[in-house]
């Protein structure tokens, strides 16, 4: 079958890092994906590993293992705003899988 | 640019009623198109997608159903609505360009349906 697995919740304090794995089942697997969504909003996408090893795009990273069959988005630097759900997805052919979604609390 | 569009943004029904939301995307052709339902607090749930005109794949075994009359044009329905019914219902385009042009999708605003 095909799963993504994220644990449910995670707290950090602002301007500390935090990080959020992910761990995959899914047959055809072509990439890890992560997308945020904030309350009441629709999921955007932040991130895409195609290949192993660590992907930046500013204070966000996305890291992927094959072999492992493993992932991880790093929030550096968080402020209030990135208090939000985020969600890994993987798969490949026509339509991809995502998990249940991390909500990050983020503490003053 | 590629924009979607999604309406209406809320909605409320009566137990029974049809149903109708409409997706379109413009500034791409031929992209994969998605219909998500996430409840409240939850995941995103696939129901439909679709990579052609007339072409729709079912993800989940339910009183709705889904229909592409055009290339960037997604509809999702249903003949009675049930209260489990109620939730997010989000539309999503991909490019289709090869196994790694799916796993970047793009997602409308979404519409709030709450049947009573």
């Known amino acids: 079958g095909q799963s993504l697995e994220q644990p449910s919740e995670v707290t950090a304090v602002e301007g500390a890092i935090v990080q959020i794995n992910c761990t995959y089942q899914?047959?055809?697997?072509?990439?890890l994906s992560w997308y945020q969504q904030h309350d009441g909003g629709a999921p955007t996408f932040l991130s895409y590993?195609?290949?192993?090893g660590l992907e930046e795009t500013g204070r966000f990273s996305s890291f992927l293992s094959r072999s492992d069959s493993y992932g991880y988005l790093l929030l550096q630097e968080l402020q209030m705003k990135d208090s939000a759900s985020y969600f890994c997805?993987?798969?490949?052919?026509?339509?991809?899988?995502f998990g249940k979604g991390t909500r990050l609390h983020i503490l003053p | 640019s590629q924009t979607i569009h999604q309406w209406p943004a809320t909605l409320v029904q009566p137990v029974g009623s049809p149903l109708s939301l409409e997706c379109t995307v413009e500034?791409?052709?031929?992209?994969?198109l998605y219909w998500y339902r996430q409840a409240a607090g939850r995941g995103l749930q696939l129901l439909f997608y679709?990579?052609?005109?007339?072409?729709i794949s079912s993800e989940v075994p339910q009183n709705l159903s889904a229909s592409r009359p055009q290339d960037r044009q997604f509809i999702l329905s249903s003949k009675k609505l049930l209260l489990s019914d109620s939730g997010f219902y989000l539309c999503?385009?991909?490019?289709?360009?090869?196994?790694?042009?799916?796993?970047?999708?793009?997602f409308g605003p979404g519409t709030r349906l709450t049947v009573l």
């Open positions: 999503a385009w991909s490019l289709l360009a090869g196994g790694s042009g799916t796993d970047t999708q793009y």
């Open positions: 899914t047959s055809g697997f072509y990439g």
């Open positions: 590993n195609a290949l192993d």
């Open positions: 997805a993987g798969g490949g052919d026509d339509k991809i899988i």
């Open positions: 500034g791409t052709s031929n992209p994969n």
């Open positions: 679709s990579v052609g005109i007339g072409q």
